[in-house]
């Protein structure tokens, strides 16, 4: 009777172990797929990604490492509640924040967390939410860099850019990175959420870059690289007069026709 309580809670307590491991396979392979040099999206230690592995603790990039080359080593795992209590503070120094991100660490001999880890810890509390990306792609950042940057978050050009990346994206105006960026991306997000209905998709950070997010690494890339696409034809579409943007009556038609959710339940957004 011992010996199978015993074997009952060893089983239990193994549980999570290969549910980590799957978590951090998966986790790479997103960073690797989104610092791919041939699209553009991150070079050196530009860039993150995150995934989430209990209501308690998630994986995400270490300070400066490379998307494309990281390993293991290169991941921290932190304490989400820990980060989460910075979200409401205002006024903290640099040395302070430091000082938590370093904190967070499960291990405290892990490298130090990106000061991004604020937002994808925040990002990963949100329903459905397993894996968060965020990069500088090109395209994008064209667009973000301009006067239009706010009109790329709201108005839609082609079907599969709302299959992808949904009727609408978070915008936030330019901020700090760090505690003010993810206190805005909090604010902004909740505020779409209150407005859509649902989790954005997609959030695009003026003169900085886009997040993407979803409950498989195959919503997550789904999202970024179609945005980076839009963001190609929104550009070329620009210097030839346009873009002709599509009217919000067919915006809707396409976010509901039953095909395209079809469509995304196989793209497994
Ligand atoms: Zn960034």
């Known amino acids: 009777m011992v010996e199978m309580q015993r074997k009952k809670l060893q089983a239990r307590s193994a549980a999570p172990v290969p549910d980590r491991r799957e978590k ?21 230690g530009e860039g993150n990604a995150s995934a989430k592995l209990s209501d308690e603790t998630f994986l995400v990039k270490a300070s400066g490492c490379s998307l494309p080359t990281l390993d293991r080593n290169g991941v921290v795992e932190c304490r989400s509640k820990t980060l989460l209590a910075l979200l409401d503070k205002t006024n903290l120094s640099d040395a302070e924040v430091d000082g938590t991100l370093l904190n967070s660490r499960l291990d405290p001999t892990a490298k130090k967390p990106s ?15 397993e894996f968060v990306g965020h990069t500088h792609a090109s395209a ?29 994206s978070v915008f936030i105006p ?18 779409f959420i209150r407005n859509i209905g649902r989790v954005p998709r997609v959030i695009l950070m ?40 599509m009217t919000p009556e067919h915006v809707e038609r396409i976010s509901g026709r039953p095909d395209e959710a079809l469509r995304r339940k196989m793209l497994k957004l």
């Open 24 to 44: 951090l396979k998966l986790l790479l392979d997103l960073c690797h797929q989104l610092g791919n040099p041939a699209l553009r999206m991150a070079i050196l």
């Open 115 to 129: 000061v991004e880890a604020l937002f994808h810890a925040w990002l990963l509390t949100l329903p459905g939410i």
């Open 140 to 168: 994008v950042l064209s667009i973000l860099c301009s006067p239009r940057a706010q009109e790329f978050a709201v108005k839609k050009i082609f079907p599969d850019e709302i299959v992808c990346c949904d009727v609408a």
């Open 174 to 191: 330019y901020t700090d990175p760090g505690l003010k960026l993810a206190q805005a991306i909090r604010g902004q997000t909740e505020e």
């Open 206 to 245: 003026e003169n900085h870059g886009i997040i993407t997010l979803g409950r498989s690494i195959e919503a997550v890339l789904s999202a970024m690289l179609m945005a980076e696409k839009t963001a190609g034809v929104w550009v070329g579409a620009a210097a030839l007069g346009g873009p002709n943007f």
